[in-house]
């Protein structure tokens, strides 16, 4: 890669705006500026219908055939990146669901060797279960699942220092000291799998819980009666929220409606896995769905699938699809001020888009 690049692009999405007709300049990894394609007099280094802020999948288990709980080695995070790049996403948060703790800390220890070698695009581990509740437990293994105590929870958070981002759990089964133990470390606390009242919710949120994991599915759900969570995120100003936009874990107009609610709170992840024969979890494709032990397990998206059906099938505005999949879940992070825009200063991360919304390239310099 060249010290200096320039990239055309046709149309070119800011996280902001639209600009037509624009030229990205970047130099050592960082745009360092943006002009009209008419003041500019060399070569480009590559040209697109779309430029836009390159996605970042934030919960996301495995790729060809190497499911990270299953194979957890730095070659698995390898393929997961080339899988999350093929599909737009320049970063991505590999994710572990309810298992044993010694899964937890070879996952943490190869997403550590992972880094430490230089692997791109990896933000962090995130860790779904096992504190979550029994009764909305998916396919997750109930015999995993447990109330956590203060001294099991520092030990894996003292182990994965560092390593664990995201621990995505059921507030209502979780003690308040644990919470906040974990808060102390600087993780992003998730709810989901939680069969929490609206009342529990909206504590919850209350109290620096600020995301929950995957809309509608293994949750308390709305009722005219019982709210439950699925209630309590719609009605909370702040808290955001990840949803799977295949068709399969939620119907297309139910994205329309959350998206109507809950407005720029409302982020896509892909929730993806991948066939897998080995573990407690054999993940196994059923047309463009993976099931596990007879329940739906994950999806068979990428990012950019993402963009497409919430564009083409949840009738939601190109803009803001883009927003879903790149600047909100950097935002869930607290990586905002390093992706999710195009603007001077901001890492190099943007995805060349064909005008029918196919990934021709991921830069990420």
Known sequence: MRERNT???NRLFTGNKWLEQQVVITERSAIVDIIPATVMHEPYTAQFSIIAPAFLDIQIYGAHNRLLSAYPEPASLELLYDYCKKGGAAYFQPTVATNSYDVFKQAIDAVAA???SGGKGCIGLHI???WINPLKRGAHLETFIHIPDLEQTKALLDYGKGIITMITLAPEICPVEVLNLIRSYGIVISAGHSNASYQQGIEAFNHGI?????????MSALQHREPGLVGA???HETVMCSIVPDGYHVDFAAIRIAKKQMKERLFAITDAVT???????PHQLNGDKYESNGTLSGSALTMAACVKNLVQKAHIPLDEALRMCSLYPAQVMGLSHRTGRIEKGYNVAMVGLSETLDVL???DE
């Open 210 to 218: 600020e995301t929950a994991t995957h809309l509608f599915n293994a």
């Open 275 to 281: 066939t897998t024969t080995s573990g407690p979890y």
């Open 233 to 235: 995120i719609f009605d």
């Open 114 to 116: 992972y880094q430490k």
């Open 361 to 363: 390239k991921v830069v």
């Open 7 to 9: 990239y055309f692009a």
């Open 128 to 130: 779904e279960g096992p």
